[in-house]
Nanobody
Framework: QVRLVESGGGAVQAGGSLRLSCAAS????????ITWRRQAPGKEREFVAE????????SYADSVKGRFTISRDNAKNTVYLQMNNVKPDDTAVYYC??????WGQGTQVTVSS
């Protein structure tokens, strides 16, 4: 079983930065692609960013492209989401996900203007 624990969320002003972490334990972490998703109040959970098992291929939602960066440190069993130039619309609970059905508990990000 894979366990995922997010951290690093908090309150930040628009234009600022945050770095989220997703620490994993259980299975062979390096072989599992990791996806960041977020859920804002009143909305469904949406895709944010994804990295493959080795971190060489990444993808991003259009809404965060150029501002967020996903990275992976397999030695530490951790995936990061660097959030730069954040906007109020980035306010959400951020989750990390691993196939087939593993989710963390989420970490709250609140961006004020």
């Amino acid at each position: 079983q894979v366990r995922l624990v997010e951290s690093g969320g908090g309150a930040v002003q628009a234009g600022g930065s945050l770095r989220l972490s997703c620490a994993a334990s259980g299975r062979a972490f390096s072989l599992i692609p990791i996806t960041w998703r977020r859920q804002a109040p009143g909305k469904e959970r949406e895709f944010v960013a994804e990295t493959d098992w080795w971190g060489g291929k990444t993808s991003y939602a259009d809404s965060v492209k150029g501002r967020f960066t996903i990275s992976r440190d397999n030695a530490k069993n951790t995936v990061y989401l660097q959030m730069n130039n954040v906007k109020p619309d980035d306010t959400a609970v951020y989750y990390c996900f691993a196939a087939p059905n593993y989710w963390g508990q989420g970490t709250q990000v609140t961006v004020s203007s």
